[in-house]
């Protein structure tokens, strides 16, 4: 078994996958919430193998480079740097996207998103997602529908490039991309889908988070005093930009399902509702541009 300090930290080139699990999760306990699937990942992520993999060949010494970088990943993950940040990955949509600290972390409750701008998407339709950050929504409605066409926005060119790259290791070719603060990106012609996650944190809910927030860019977080900057940005610009009987599909914070429908009731939608997520939270707010309806 391998030797351990005082301060549970394996000697570099005598602990096994064992002893270097345990060790993770003991140094992980105080600060997560999954200690042992974060040591896991992490350890699995320093040795270029799978979850699984780890299991096989539980009492295998590792090198000491390998276990040097599983520590100091250990350890930026108990100052609360993010998982995915940390090993440059996270699923989506059954998607593996490549993630940076110039990008949101795609989150499960995201997917509420894509499956409500599937269900509104007519065949061949054009889609606009702005604020793609990693291409997440973009990726996952364009690997659904591959008769689609997306366009998918972002103000960040780090995210870009991100979003980019996921698209090319995906072999997505019906997602174009372009540079711009929401609508300032779209060069013209309507949608018959917008959809976005915006950043929707109040500058007061950012300060009592918790620290893996830090972590992640402020841009795409933090939208004003009470965090419907971004959100009153695009619904307002809503229907100048969607096709009749074309979708807005936005995500929102848990307590702006209410504030989100009367910002699209009044700017003309209709069919406006909220949708709760898998903990039912109310996180999908949307509404239909009438074909009657001149903008």
């Known amino acids: 078994m391998g030797v351990e300090t005082q301060s549970a930290r394996p000697v570099p080139g005598t602990a096994t996958i064992e002893a270097l699990l345990r060790a993770g999760v003991r140094l992980l306990e105080p600060t997560s919430a999954s200690p042992r699937l974060d040591a896991e990942l992490l350890l699995g992520w320093a040795l270029g ?3 699984a993999a780890l299991f096989a060949r539980r009492e295998a010494v590792v090198e000491p480079a390998a276990t040097t970088r599983y520590l100091d990943a250990i350890h930026a993950r108990q100052a609360g740097q993010p998982v995915a940040q940390l090993v440059g990955r996270r699923e ?6 490549a993630v940076t600290a110039d ?14 701008a599937l269900r509104h998407l007519p065949p061949g339709g054009r889609v606009l997602d702005l604020g793609t950050g990693s291409g997440a929504i973009a990726l996952a409605i364009a690997t659904e529908r591959r008769d689609t066409h997306v366009l998918a926005t972002d103000c960040s060119a780090a995210a ?5 790259q996921n698209a090319g290791a995906l072999g997505l070719d019906n997602v174009a991309f372009a540079s711009g603060d929401w609508y300032a990106a779209v060069p013209g012609g309507r949608f018959e889908l917008i959809v976005a996650n915006p950043p929707y944190l109040a500058e007061a809910e950012l300060a009592a988070a918790g620290p893996e927030l830090g972590f992640e860019p402020r841009a795409a977080l933090v939208s004003g005093h009470d965090g419907l900057d971004a959100i009153r940005r695009i619904v307002a610009g809503a229907r100048a930009h969607l096709a009749a009987d074309g979708w807005l599909v936005l995500e929102h914070g848990a307590t702006q399902g209410e504030a989100t429908r009367m910002l699209c009731t009044a700017a003309g939608l209709a069919a406006v509702a909220t949708a709760r997520d898998l903990a039912g939270l109310p996180r999908i707010t949307e509404g239909r541009r009438p074909a009657s309806d001149q903008p």
């Open 160 to 164: 870009l490039a991100i979003a980019r």
């Open 49 to 51: 193998r799978s979850r």
């Open 103 to 116: 990008v949101l972390i795609p989150r499960p409750e995201t997917e509420l998103a894509v499956e409500h």
């Open 92 to 97: 989506f949509w059954s998607l593996d996207l």
